[in-house]
């Protein structure tokens, strides 16, 4: 009976050490799971795409790329993201103008800004080439593809064909980052372009010479204008008053002759008259003709005529004596 009771309690206690071992290691794999699950999690944001890479050996797989989700892909294993929503290039850059001709070369400053993207698909080859340092590569890659354009153009060519040498630059730049650097540019902005002190002073006083001989240019017209005006005016001037000369002269010699033709046209009535008169009178000789005239004569001007009456000189003696 000893002998069953010994084994009945060895029995109960190696189950009772088992159900214990289990459940030690069933809260210990429990623990380990809510722990290591989370930790297979990785999460890319939708701004980003990434490479999966191994923590322990620090391999990555450079031929499947992740887009934006939560991936389980293990506690060893974790990504390196890129961003691929839009980036900015924002720099201040001294480049050097064309010299020749009308344009003498010069030092500026070129502000100049642009937006670029990384291309999803090659993150994979950005990677081989500089890991994740990509924007130094960038704005190095960017910086030398802006001053090998700058000197294609003169100063003048920046202050007046800005839109012209913007879409040089864009290309240009467009054209260095696409396949070296993996990444497109979407639009470049030229902003302010700066001059040097002593060129921007040149520029002024050749500025203000330019508007100094327009104000002598102008100057000068309106003295030609004015004595051109002066001498039309003269010219106006004289005409009217020759015309009103003439007028006054056509007047003048059309009034002699109504008056002319007037008198003359009397002086045939009035001698058709006389003429009709001595022919009814009988009247034939010198004398009466004479008479007849003198009396018509008196006659008609008898408003101007003051009466004289000669009573003769023998008359006045008799008067006396």
Request: negative net charge; contains cysteine.
């Amino acid at each position: 009976m000893v002998s069953a009771d010994v084994a009945r309690q060895t029995r109960h206690k190696f189950y009772s050490d088992y159900g214990s071992c289990c459940a030690c290691l069933f809260g210990i794999g429990a623990l380990l799971t809510l722990i290591l699950v989370p930790m297979s999690f990785s999460k890319i944001e939708y701004y980003e795409a990434g490479l999966r890479a191994q923590k322990s050996t620090g391999n990555i797989d450079k031929d499947t790329i992740y887009t934006a989700g939560n991936y389980m892909i293990g506690p060893d294993f974790s990504f390196k993201t890129f961003p691929v929503s839009l980036l900015n290039f924002d720099q201040t850059i001294s480049v050097w103008s064309k010299s020749g001709g009308q344009d003498a070369g010069a030092t500026l400053q070129l502000d100049i800004s642009f937006q670029y993207r990384l291309r999803a698909a090659d993150i994979g080859k950005l990677y081989n080439k500089v890991a994740t340092s990509y924007e130094t590569l960038v704005v190095t890659y960017a910086q030398d593809a802006i001053k090998n354009t700058s000197p294609l153009f003169g100063v003048d060519e920046y202050l007046t064909n800005r839109t012209t040498i913007e879409q040089a630059l864009k290309q240009n730049v467009t054209k260095a980052l696409k396949t070296d650097i993996f990444c497109d540019v979407v639009d470049l902005q030229l902003r302010k372009i700066g001059l040097t002190a002593d060129y921007e002073q040149t520029k002024l006083n050749a500025a203000l010479q330019v508007e100094f001989n327009g104000k002598e240019e102008y100057v000068q017209r309106t003295g030609v204008i004015e004595e051109e005006t002066a001498l039309a005016v003269a010219t106006i001037s004289n005409e009217a008053l020759v015309i009103k000369n003439g007028a006054i002269a056509d007047a003048n010699l059309i009034k002699q002759k109504a008056e002319y033709q007037a008198k003359k046209l009397v002086e045939e009535q009035r001698s058709a008259g006389l003429k009709l008169m001595l022919s009814e009178m009988g009247l034939v000789t010198d004398e009466h003709k004479a008479s007849l005239d003198y009396i018509t004569t008196l006659i008609n001007n008898k408003d101007s005529i003051k009466p004289y009456i000669n009573l003769g000189v023998d008359f006045l003696q008799k008067q006396v004596t």
